[in-house]
């Protein structure tokens, strides 16, 4: 098993473009989450999904959008981006949320808006 | 910002030696979990403690949890160092969201 796979690894934007971040896990779970890190902040909840077809706003949704229409995959849209959308950006996914249940993540995607 | 806290920020240990680090969360949780995270690389779970819960061996990780001040502390017995790392506490919030905290950065040296 791959586990979870992030698509790109880097990236560099400049103000006002587009791009689309790709997440896919083989693992069958159900929930998907996106997060971003930065310096000295922890992890930030962008968005997440409870399951296909469905999405959900996190902690820090402004600026992003998400699709899920395949179980495997979650897409993290940045529509205009801005540098404070600079940071390393986290896939994470659980057979369910709640009790017990662990996320598994990705090796994140480094995001540099120039 | 619902982040809890970690402390300390870094810390700065000999192989060999013990390491604590802590964490305090500011609501009610279902559990409470640790992650590793290397340099460059993604999260890893450690270990996760459930909110009826005292306290949870794991190898040479022990977590205690109190919920009535809404803190946790992992230890990390015989660091080796393979060990460092940042570590990040994360409460597991009623309705499924992980909140973590800032981190605490080990550095183990052999």
């Known amino acids: 098993n791959a586990g979870v796979t992030q698509t790109p690894k880097f990236r560099v934007l400049k103000t006002g473009q587009s791009m689309t971040l790709l997440c896919a896990q083989d693992?069958?779970?159900?929930?998907m989450y996106w997060y971003r890190q930065d310096p000295g902040m922890g992890l930030r909840l962008i968005h997440y999904?409870?399951?296909?077809?469905?999405?959900a706003k996190g902690e820090v949704p402004d600026g992003y959008n998400v699709s899920r229409l395949k179980k495997q995959n979650f897409l993290l849209g940045l529509e205009s981006a801005a540098p404070s959308q600079t940071s390393v950006y986290f896939c994470?996914?659980?057979?369910?949320?709640?009790?017990?249940?662990?996320?598994?993540f990705g090796p994140g995607t480094r995001l540099t808006v120039l | 910002s619902q982040q809890g806290e970690e402390d300390p920020q870094a810390l700065s240990i000999q192989e060999g030696e013990n390491a604590t680090m802590n964490c305090s969360y500011k609501?009610?949780?279902?559990?409470l979990q640790w992650y590793r995270q290397n340099s460059g690389r993604g999260l890893v779970h450690l270990i996760l403690?459930?909110?009826?819960?005292r306290e949870k061996h794991s190898g040479r990780l022990r977590v205690t949890l109190d919920t009535s001040k809404k803190s946790s502390s992992l230890l990390i017995t015989a660091s080796r160092a393979a060990d460092t790392a940042s570590y990040f506490c994360?409460?597991?919030?009623?309705?499924?969201?992980?909140?973590f905290g800032a981190g605490t950065i080990l550095r183990v040296k052999s």
């Open positions: 994470a996914s659980s057979y369910q949320g709640g009790a017990g249940n662990e996320q598994f």
């Open positions: 693992m069958n779970h159900e929930y």
């Open positions: 999904s409870v399951g296909e077809g469905t999405t």
């Open positions: 609501t009610s949780i279902n559990n």
């Open positions: 403690i459930r909110s009826n819960e």
């Open positions: 994360a409460s597991m919030e009623y309705g499924n969201k992980l909140v």
